[in-house]
Protein backbone atom coordinates (compact mmCIF):
# COMPACT_ATOMS: atom_id res chain seq x y z
CA UNK A 1 0.00 0.00 0.00
CA UNK A 2 1.60 3.33 -0.77
CA UNK A 3 0.85 6.68 0.73
CA UNK A 4 -0.59 8.57 -1.93
CA UNK A 5 -0.98 12.56 -2.05
CA UNK A 6 -3.60 13.97 -4.31
CA UNK A 7 -2.92 17.86 -4.95
CA UNK A 8 -6.22 19.61 -5.51
CA UNK A 9 -9.49 18.91 -5.20
CA UNK A 10 -11.54 19.66 -8.18
CA UNK A 11 -12.41 17.08 -10.72
CA UNK A 12 -9.35 15.26 -11.62
CA UNK A 13 -8.19 15.18 -7.95
CA UNK A 14 -11.56 13.64 -6.59
CA UNK A 15 -11.66 11.51 -9.90
CA UNK A 16 -7.91 10.53 -9.33
CA UNK A 17 -8.58 10.00 -5.45
CA UNK A 18 -11.07 7.51 -5.14
CA UNK A 19 -9.80 5.28 -8.38
CA UNK A 20 -6.70 4.81 -6.55
CA UNK A 21 -8.05 4.51 -2.71
CA UNK A 22 -10.20 1.55 -4.76
CA UNK A 23 -6.87 0.39 -5.83
CA UNK A 24 -6.38 -0.30 -1.85
CA UNK A 25 -3.41 2.91 -1.69
CA UNK A 26 -3.65 4.84 1.79
CA UNK A 27 -4.48 8.55 0.19
CA UNK A 28 -5.22 11.97 1.21
CA UNK A 29 -6.47 14.57 -0.94
CA UNK A 30 -5.19 18.48 -0.30
CA UNK A 31 -7.10 20.91 -1.20
CA UNK A 32 -5.97 24.95 -1.24
CA UNK A 33 -9.35 26.29 -0.93
CA UNK A 34 -12.82 25.31 1.66
CA UNK A 35 -14.44 23.11 -0.04
CA UNK A 36 -14.30 20.49 -2.93
CA UNK A 37 -15.11 20.54 -6.83
CA UNK A 38 -12.96 23.40 -8.05
CA UNK A 39 -14.87 24.18 -11.54
CA UNK A 40 -17.00 21.67 -11.07
CA UNK A 41 -19.05 23.96 -8.20
CA UNK A 42 -21.54 25.82 -7.47
CA UNK A 43 -22.02 29.78 -7.38
CA UNK A 44 -24.80 30.91 -5.26
CA UNK A 45 -26.60 33.89 -4.49
CA UNK A 46 -29.91 34.80 -3.41
CA UNK A 47 -31.44 31.39 -4.09
CA UNK A 48 -30.37 31.01 -7.13
CA UNK A 49 -27.28 28.49 -8.07
CA UNK A 50 -24.97 28.17 -11.53
CA UNK A 51 -22.80 25.98 -12.66
CA UNK A 52 -18.98 27.26 -11.31
CA UNK A 53 -17.10 26.32 -14.25
CA UNK A 54 -16.80 25.81 -18.22
CA UNK A 55 -18.55 22.36 -18.52
CA UNK A 56 -22.41 21.86 -17.95
CA UNK A 57 -22.67 18.75 -20.26
CA UNK A 58 -20.79 15.56 -20.46
CA UNK A 59 -20.22 12.28 -21.93
CA UNK A 60 -21.86 9.76 -19.53
CA UNK A 61 -18.98 6.84 -20.81
CA UNK A 62 -16.10 8.63 -19.03
CA UNK A 63 -18.04 9.32 -15.63
CA UNK A 64 -19.83 5.95 -15.49
CA UNK A 65 -16.57 4.02 -15.66
CA UNK A 66 -14.83 6.40 -13.17
CA UNK A 67 -18.36 5.80 -10.43
CA UNK A 68 -18.22 1.50 -11.34
CA UNK A 69 -14.10 1.58 -11.00
CA UNK A 70 -14.65 3.34 -7.65
CA UNK A 71 -17.48 1.70 -6.25
CA UNK A 72 -21.51 1.70 -7.09
CA UNK A 73 -22.33 2.20 -10.68
CA UNK A 74 -22.94 6.27 -11.84
CA UNK A 75 -26.90 4.82 -11.94
CA UNK A 76 -27.11 4.72 -8.12
CA UNK A 77 -25.84 7.91 -7.76
CA UNK A 78 -27.24 10.99 -10.38
CA UNK A 79 -29.85 11.60 -12.56
CA UNK A 80 -28.38 12.11 -16.02
CA UNK A 81 -30.29 13.48 -19.10
CA UNK A 82 -29.27 13.76 -22.85
CA UNK A 83 -29.43 17.09 -23.78
CA UNK A 84 -31.05 17.73 -27.42
CA UNK A 85 -29.91 19.49 -29.74
CA UNK A 86 -26.47 19.95 -28.64
CA UNK A 87 -26.57 23.05 -29.48
CA UNK A 88 -28.62 26.46 -31.16
CA UNK A 89 -25.67 28.11 -33.44
CA UNK A 90 -26.80 31.74 -34.67
CA UNK A 91 -25.24 33.15 -37.42
CA UNK A 92 -24.42 36.99 -38.40
CA UNK A 93 -26.68 36.88 -41.27
CA UNK A 94 -29.65 35.84 -39.10
CA UNK A 95 -29.63 32.26 -40.11
CA UNK A 96 -29.68 29.84 -37.05
CA UNK A 97 -29.69 25.56 -37.11
CA UNK A 98 -30.10 23.54 -33.65
CA UNK A 99 -28.13 20.91 -34.02
CA UNK A 100 -29.17 17.84 -32.91
CA UNK A 101 -27.39 14.20 -32.32
CA UNK A 102 -27.05 11.56 -34.98
CA UNK A 103 -25.40 11.87 -38.60
CA UNK A 104 -28.92 11.74 -40.27
CA UNK A 105 -30.61 14.40 -38.19
CA UNK A 106 -27.19 16.59 -38.14
CA UNK A 107 -27.44 16.00 -41.84
CA UNK A 108 -31.55 17.01 -42.22
CA UNK A 109 -31.58 20.07 -39.65
CA UNK A 110 -27.85 21.27 -41.82
CA UNK A 111 -29.83 21.22 -44.92
CA UNK A 112 -32.44 22.68 -43.97
CA UNK A 113 -31.41 25.76 -42.15
CA UNK A 114 -28.46 26.64 -44.16
CA UNK A 115 -28.88 25.20 -47.42
CA UNK A 116 -28.74 21.60 -49.88
CA UNK A 117 -25.42 20.32 -49.39
CA UNK A 118 -24.55 21.59 -46.25
CA UNK A 119 -25.71 18.24 -44.64
CA UNK A 120 -23.60 16.30 -46.91
CA UNK A 121 -20.49 18.58 -46.37
CA UNK A 122 -20.86 18.46 -43.06
CA UNK A 123 -21.64 14.72 -42.54
CA UNK A 124 -18.06 14.38 -45.16
CA UNK A 125 -16.63 16.15 -42.66
CA UNK A 126 -17.05 14.34 -39.15
CA UNK A 127 -17.54 10.81 -40.73
CA UNK A 128 -13.82 11.70 -41.79
CA UNK A 129 -12.97 11.53 -37.85
CA UNK A 130 -14.03 7.98 -37.40
CA UNK A 131 -10.60 6.57 -37.94
CA UNK A 132 -8.52 8.95 -36.11
CA UNK A 133 -11.15 8.73 -32.78
CA UNK A 134 -10.80 4.72 -32.91
CA UNK A 135 -6.57 5.73 -32.93
CA UNK A 136 -6.57 7.87 -30.37
CA UNK A 137 -9.02 6.68 -28.20
CA UNK A 138 -6.82 3.02 -27.98
CA UNK A 139 -3.46 4.86 -27.89
CA UNK A 140 -3.51 8.26 -26.45
CA UNK A 141 -7.49 8.88 -24.43
CA UNK A 142 -7.41 5.47 -22.64
CA UNK A 143 -4.34 4.41 -22.14
CA UNK A 144 -0.41 6.36 -21.09
CA UNK A 145 1.03 7.95 -24.66
CA UNK A 146 3.86 5.47 -25.92
CA UNK A 147 5.30 5.85 -29.04
CA UNK A 148 7.18 2.82 -28.60
CA UNK A 149 3.79 0.72 -28.54
CA UNK A 150 1.07 3.46 -30.34
CA UNK A 151 0.10 2.52 -33.43
CA UNK A 152 1.21 4.00 -36.89
CA UNK A 153 -1.83 6.07 -37.49
CA UNK A 154 -2.03 7.43 -33.59
CA UNK A 155 1.88 8.14 -34.21
CA UNK A 156 1.24 10.27 -37.24
CA UNK A 157 -1.79 12.32 -35.93
CA UNK A 158 0.02 13.40 -32.97
CA UNK A 159 3.21 14.82 -35.01
CA UNK A 160 0.79 15.83 -37.91
CA UNK A 161 1.60 20.10 -39.09
CA UNK A 162 -1.72 19.86 -40.46
CA UNK A 163 -4.10 22.56 -38.40
CA UNK A 164 -7.97 22.47 -37.83
CA UNK A 165 -7.72 25.84 -39.75
CA UNK A 166 -6.46 24.54 -42.99
CA UNK A 167 -9.12 21.23 -42.70
CA UNK A 168 -12.34 23.45 -42.21
CA UNK A 169 -11.14 25.88 -45.45
CA UNK A 170 -10.71 22.89 -47.32
CA UNK A 171 -14.09 21.14 -45.89
CA UNK A 172 -16.65 23.79 -46.14
CA UNK A 173 -17.13 26.93 -48.60
CA UNK A 174 -19.96 27.85 -45.99
CA UNK A 175 -18.25 29.83 -44.15
CA UNK A 176 -21.48 29.22 -41.29
CA UNK A 177 -19.94 25.62 -41.08
CA UNK A 178 -16.51 26.51 -40.20
CA UNK A 179 -17.65 28.54 -37.37
CA UNK A 180 -20.12 25.30 -36.03
CA UNK A 181 -17.18 22.87 -36.41
CA UNK A 182 -14.49 25.31 -34.88
CA UNK A 183 -16.48 26.47 -32.00
CA UNK A 184 -15.68 24.28 -29.20
CA UNK A 185 -11.88 25.12 -29.93
CA UNK A 186 -12.51 28.64 -30.28
CA UNK A 187 -14.67 29.54 -27.24
CA UNK A 188 -11.37 28.09 -25.19
CA UNK A 189 -9.33 30.71 -26.55
CA UNK A 190 -7.18 28.64 -29.05
CA UNK A 191 -6.67 29.99 -32.60
CA UNK A 192 -7.44 27.42 -35.21
CA UNK A 193 -4.67 27.89 -36.99
CA UNK A 194 -2.37 25.98 -34.22
CA UNK A 195 -4.73 23.44 -33.31
CA UNK A 196 -3.65 20.11 -34.81
CA UNK A 197 -6.32 18.61 -37.02
CA UNK A 198 -7.31 15.68 -34.92
CA UNK A 199 -8.57 18.27 -32.52
CA UNK A 200 -12.30 18.34 -34.69
CA UNK A 201 -12.92 14.69 -33.53
CA UNK A 202 -15.16 16.21 -31.09
CA UNK A 203 -17.87 16.70 -33.81
CA UNK A 204 -17.67 13.07 -34.05
CA UNK A 205 -17.40 12.18 -30.51
CA UNK A 206 -20.72 14.63 -29.75
CA UNK A 207 -22.29 13.50 -33.25
CA UNK A 208 -22.39 9.50 -32.61
CA UNK A 209 -22.23 9.64 -28.73
CA UNK A 210 -24.60 12.94 -27.42
CA UNK A 211 -24.03 14.89 -24.75
CA UNK A 212 -25.47 14.41 -21.18
CA UNK A 213 -25.89 16.41 -18.01
CA UNK A 214 -27.74 16.10 -14.48
CA UNK A 215 -30.71 18.36 -14.18
CA UNK A 216 -29.00 20.11 -10.99
CA UNK A 217 -26.18 21.46 -12.24
CA UNK A 218 -22.75 19.09 -13.26
CA UNK A 219 -21.64 20.33 -9.34
CA UNK A 220 -24.05 17.15 -8.47
CA UNK A 221 -21.18 14.98 -10.02
CA UNK A 222 -18.75 16.61 -7.70
CA UNK A 223 -21.24 15.84 -4.75
CA UNK A 224 -21.72 12.41 -5.80
CA UNK A 225 -18.02 12.05 -5.86
CA UNK A 226 -17.07 13.78 -2.42
CA UNK A 227 -19.61 11.64 -1.00
CA UNK A 228 -17.49 8.13 -2.37
CA UNK A 229 -14.46 10.10 -0.63
CA UNK A 230 -16.03 9.14 2.38
CA UNK A 231 -16.80 5.72 1.28
CA UNK A 232 -13.47 5.15 0.03
CA UNK A 233 -11.93 6.47 3.40
CA UNK A 234 -9.68 9.03 1.60
CA UNK A 235 -8.63 11.71 4.30
CA UNK A 236 -9.11 15.33 3.28
CA UNK A 237 -7.80 18.30 4.56
CA UNK A 238 -9.36 21.46 3.25
CA UNK A 239 -7.60 24.73 3.11
CA UNK A 240 -4.35 23.72 2.65
CA UNK A 241 -2.34 24.96 0.13
CA UNK A 242 0.33 23.55 -1.54
CA UNK A 243 3.71 25.20 -1.78
CA UNK A 244 5.65 22.92 -3.57
CA UNK A 245 6.88 18.98 -3.73
CA UNK A 246 9.14 17.30 -1.62
CA UNK A 247 11.75 15.34 -3.51
CA UNK A 248 14.95 13.50 -1.76
CA UNK A 249 17.56 11.35 -3.71
CA UNK A 250 15.98 12.36 -6.97
CA UNK A 251 12.30 10.82 -5.69
CA UNK A 252 9.47 12.48 -4.52
CA UNK A 253 9.06 12.41 -0.66
CA UNK A 254 5.90 14.43 0.41
CA UNK A 255 4.53 17.74 -0.38
CA UNK A 256 5.14 20.97 1.41
CA UNK A 257 2.07 22.98 2.67
CA UNK A 258 1.63 25.97 4.74
CA UNK A 259 1.06 23.77 7.60
CA UNK A 260 4.01 21.74 7.23
CA UNK A 261 5.52 18.14 5.04
CA UNK A 262 2.48 15.61 4.34
CA UNK A 263 4.30 12.74 3.88
CA UNK A 264 3.86 10.49 0.51
CA UNK A 265 5.32 7.77 -1.75
CA UNK A 266 3.04 8.72 -4.91
CA UNK A 267 2.04 12.69 -5.56
CA UNK A 268 -0.65 12.94 -7.98
CA UNK A 269 -0.69 16.87 -9.03
CA UNK A 270 -4.39 17.15 -9.81
CA UNK A 271 -3.62 21.28 -10.45
CA UNK A 272 -1.74 23.41 -13.01
CA UNK A 273 1.84 22.55 -12.39
CA UNK A 274 3.27 25.68 -13.34
CA UNK A 275 1.88 26.82 -9.88
CA UNK A 276 4.60 24.15 -7.84
CA UNK A 277 8.17 24.81 -8.52
CA UNK A 278 9.57 21.42 -8.71
CA UNK A 279 7.49 20.95 -12.19
CA UNK A 280 7.27 24.71 -13.18
CA UNK A 281 10.50 24.20 -14.93
CA UNK A 282 9.32 21.31 -17.22
CA UNK A 283 6.35 23.40 -18.76
CA UNK A 284 7.91 26.83 -18.98
CA UNK A 285 6.96 26.20 -22.87
CA UNK A 286 3.42 26.45 -22.26
CA UNK A 287 0.82 28.95 -22.21
CA UNK A 288 -2.74 28.63 -19.95
CA UNK A 289 -5.66 29.27 -22.29
CA UNK A 290 -7.48 32.15 -20.60
CA UNK A 291 -11.35 31.62 -19.88
CA UNK A 292 -14.14 33.97 -21.38
CA UNK A 293 -15.91 36.75 -19.58
CA UNK A 294 -18.36 34.58 -17.51
CA UNK A 295 -21.58 36.49 -16.21
CA UNK A 296 -24.54 34.62 -14.14
CA UNK A 297 -27.70 35.88 -14.49
CA UNK A 298 -30.60 35.38 -12.32
CA UNK A 299 -33.34 36.30 -14.51
CA UNK A 300 -37.42 36.55 -13.26
CA UNK A 301 -40.28 36.47 -15.60
CA UNK A 302 -40.94 34.71 -18.73
CA UNK A 303 -38.22 34.19 -21.35
CA UNK A 304 -37.71 33.19 -25.01
CA UNK A 305 -38.23 29.04 -25.67
CA UNK A 306 -34.90 28.30 -25.71
CA UNK A 307 -32.36 24.93 -25.99
CA UNK A 308 -29.96 24.69 -23.24
CA UNK A 309 -27.07 26.04 -25.42
CA UNK A 310 -27.28 28.95 -27.72
CA UNK A 311 -23.99 30.17 -29.36
CA UNK A 312 -24.39 33.81 -31.17
CA UNK A 313 -21.43 33.70 -33.66
CA UNK A 314 -19.61 36.92 -34.36
CA UNK A 315 -16.69 38.95 -32.46
CA UNK A 316 -17.69 38.77 -29.76
CA UNK A 317 -19.06 35.15 -29.54
CA UNK A 318 -21.70 34.78 -27.16
CA UNK A 319 -22.59 31.28 -25.55
CA UNK A 320 -26.02 31.57 -23.46
CA UNK A 321 -26.79 28.21 -21.60
CA UNK A 322 -30.34 28.31 -19.55
CA UNK A 323 -29.33 24.80 -17.88
CA UNK A 324 -27.02 24.12 -14.94
CA UNK A 325 -28.50 25.79 -12.38
CA UNK A 326 -31.88 26.38 -9.96
CA UNK A 327 -33.62 29.21 -9.74
CA UNK A 328 -37.16 30.05 -7.59
CA UNK A 329 -40.38 29.28 -9.11
CA UNK A 330 -40.78 31.97 -12.27
CA UNK A 331 -37.13 32.48 -12.65
CA UNK A 332 -34.08 31.61 -14.47
CA UNK A 333 -30.77 30.78 -13.75
CA UNK A 334 -28.38 31.76 -17.20
CA UNK A 335 -24.88 32.03 -17.44
CA UNK A 336 -23.42 33.90 -20.30
CA UNK A 337 -19.75 33.09 -21.24
CA UNK A 338 -18.10 36.06 -23.61
CA UNK A 339 -15.31 35.70 -26.23
CA UNK A 340 -13.72 38.07 -28.35
CA UNK A 341 -13.74 41.60 -28.46
CA UNK A 342 -16.41 42.54 -25.97
CA UNK A 343 -16.73 45.79 -25.68
CA UNK A 344 -20.04 46.30 -23.88
CA UNK A 345 -22.18 44.65 -21.18
CA UNK A 346 -23.03 40.84 -22.14
CA UNK A 347 -26.36 41.60 -21.47
CA UNK A 348 -26.85 44.21 -23.92
CA UNK A 349 -24.82 42.14 -26.58
CA UNK A 350 -27.45 39.34 -25.74
CA UNK A 351 -30.84 42.15 -27.04
CA UNK A 352 -28.59 43.04 -30.18
CA UNK A 353 -28.86 39.21 -30.79
CA UNK A 354 -32.71 39.11 -29.84
CA UNK A 355 -32.57 38.25 -26.06
CA UNK A 356 -33.77 41.10 -24.28
CA UNK A 357 -33.87 39.90 -20.60
CA UNK A 358 -32.21 43.37 -19.26
CA UNK A 359 -34.91 44.57 -17.34
CA UNK A 360 -35.76 40.78 -15.68
CA UNK A 361 -32.39 40.38 -14.46
CA UNK A 362 -32.92 40.45 -10.63
CA UNK A 363 -29.72 38.76 -9.47
CA UNK A 364 -26.00 39.00 -10.95
CA UNK A 365 -22.55 37.67 -10.72
CA UNK A 366 -19.50 38.58 -12.88
CA UNK A 367 -16.35 36.79 -12.95
CA UNK A 368 -13.41 37.65 -15.07
CA UNK A 369 -11.03 35.79 -16.48
CA UNK A 370 -8.84 36.82 -13.73
CA UNK A 371 -11.27 36.24 -11.04
CA UNK A 372 -11.82 32.25 -12.20
CA UNK A 373 -8.37 31.50 -12.89
CA UNK A 374 -7.38 32.88 -8.94
CA UNK A 375 -10.71 31.38 -7.85
CA UNK A 376 -9.54 27.71 -9.37
CA UNK A 377 -5.73 28.46 -9.21
CA UNK A 378 -5.11 27.79 -13.08
CA UNK A 379 -7.51 27.94 -15.91
CA UNK A 380 -10.17 24.97 -16.46
CA UNK A 381 -9.20 25.31 -20.07
CA UNK A 382 -5.75 24.09 -19.57
CA UNK A 383 -3.45 24.83 -21.72
CA UNK A 384 -3.26 26.60 -24.85
CA UNK A 385 -2.58 24.98 -28.16
CA UNK A 386 0.67 26.49 -29.77
CA UNK A 387 1.28 23.86 -32.61
CA UNK A 388 1.76 20.14 -32.53
CA UNK A 389 4.41 20.94 -30.18
CA UNK A 390 1.68 21.13 -27.06
CA UNK A 391 1.16 17.58 -27.04
CA UNK A 392 4.70 16.91 -26.22
CA UNK A 393 4.63 20.00 -24.04
CA UNK A 394 1.86 18.89 -21.63
CA UNK A 395 3.15 16.35 -18.33
CA UNK A 396 1.00 13.86 -17.91
CA UNK A 397 0.40 10.92 -16.97
CA UNK A 398 4.08 11.06 -15.54
CA UNK A 399 6.67 13.53 -15.16
CA UNK A 400 10.34 14.03 -15.28
CA UNK A 401 10.25 13.81 -10.99
CA UNK A 402 9.80 9.95 -10.03
CA UNK A 403 6.81 9.19 -7.93
CA UNK A 404 4.78 12.33 -9.25
CA UNK A 405 1.95 12.48 -11.72
CA UNK A 406 -0.30 14.68 -12.92
CA UNK A 407 -4.08 15.17 -14.08
CA UNK A 408 -6.29 17.32 -15.03
CA UNK A 409 -6.74 20.16 -18.01
CA UNK A 410 -3.38 20.99 -17.87
CA UNK A 411 -1.72 17.61 -18.18
CA UNK A 412 -2.78 14.90 -21.14
CA UNK A 413 -4.81 14.06 -23.25
CA UNK A 414 -6.21 17.81 -22.33
CA UNK A 415 -8.74 19.98 -21.21
CA UNK A 416 -12.44 19.25 -21.22
CA UNK A 417 -14.64 16.43 -18.91
CA UNK A 418 -14.00 14.07 -20.88
CA UNK A 419 -10.40 14.24 -21.07
CA UNK A 420 -10.04 15.35 -17.25
CA UNK A 421 -11.52 12.27 -16.22
CA UNK A 422 -9.53 9.53 -18.31
CA UNK A 423 -6.36 11.52 -17.72
CA UNK A 424 -7.76 10.42 -13.59
CA UNK A 425 -7.61 6.75 -15.20
CA UNK A 426 -4.60 7.11 -16.95
CA UNK A 427 -2.75 7.83 -13.49
CA UNK A 428 -4.55 4.71 -12.18
CA UNK A 429 -3.35 2.93 -14.44
CA UNK A 430 0.37 3.64 -14.13
CA UNK A 431 0.16 3.59 -10.37
CA UNK A 432 -1.62 0.27 -10.34
CA UNK A 433 -2.67 -1.68 -7.79
CA UNK A 434 -1.60 -1.35 -4.03
Known amino acids: MARVVV ?3 GYAGLA ?11 VTLLEAGDRLGGA ?5 REGFTWDAGPTHTMLPAVVRDLFRKSGRPLERELDLVPVTPLRRHVFGDGSQVDLPTGRGDQMAALDAALGSGSGAAWSAYVDAFADDWDALRRDWFERPWSPELAGEHARALLGTRLTLHKVLRRSFKDERLRLVAGFGATLEGHDLRNVPAWVGLWSYVEQNFGLWTSPGGMADVADALVARLRTRRVAVEL ?26 DVVVVAADPRQLPTLATHVRRTMPAIPPVLAHLGVVGPVPDLPHEVVLHGDPLLVL ?14 TVLGRGALSEDVVTALARAGVRVRDQVEVRVDRSPLEQVTTWG ?15 RRLGPRTPVPGVYVAGASATPGAGLPSVGLSAALVAQVVGPA
Open 7 to 9: VGG
Open 16 to 26: SAVRLAKLGHD
Open 40 to 44: LGRVE
Open 239 to 264: STPVVDLEVREGRVAGVRTTSGTVDA
Open 321 to 334: RTTGGTAPDGAHAW
Open 378 to 392: GSPYGVLWQGRSTVA
